[in-house]
């Protein structure tokens, strides 16, 4: 190899290795619970026979486009919302209905926030939360 090509190839690598150790810039949307809850419990907002689950992009970047937030009751299935964007650092709250047959005696769910992948996220391992409300 001649020395004229040998730089190039070095300062290439240099940069892939430092592209790789960068972390990823971007939105985080996660599901939030209430400031007084705990534990899956934390996640139960009522508002009559609806859940209001809490969206908060917890990161500075802006989300600009709407995603999806499905919430998965167990018995009663699935239900999604719209969130809408927000800047960073904010949240979007929204509703669905929760099935009538879900609190046999409690009410199982699970939060999908993002769930069709419509915001690229600096994390996407942090987008599902088990929730429950207490018969």
């Known amino acids: 190899m001649h020395k004229h090509s040998l730089v ?17 810039q971007g939105p ?4 939030e619970p ?3 809850g705990q534990g899956a419990d ?5 508002d009559g026979n609806n859940l209001v689950v809490r969206v908060r992009n917890q990161a500075n970047p802006d989300v600009v486009v709407q995603s999806t937030t499905i919430v998965t009751f ?3 299935g ?20 929760i099935p009538s047959g879900c609190s046999n005696p409690d009410c199982d ?6 769930a069709n992948n ?10 599902v939360a088990a929730g429950t409300c207490i018969g």
């Open 34 to 36: 209430r400031p007084e």
């Open 8 to 24: 190039p190839a070095i300062i290439g690598g240099l940069i892939g290795v430092a592209l790789i150790g960068c972390p990823r």
């Open 74 to 76: 167990s018995p009663g």
């Open 42 to 46: 934390g996640f139960c907002r009522r």
């Open 109 to 114: 769910f699970t939060i999908n926030v993002d």
């Open 78 to 97: 699935p239900r999604s919302a719209m969130t809408a964007p927000m800047p960073g650092g904010s949240f979007s709250d929204v509703t669905v209905e």
């Open 28 to 31: 985080d949307l996660v599901a």
């Open 118 to 127: 419509d915001v690229s996220e600096s994390r996407e391992d942090n987008n």
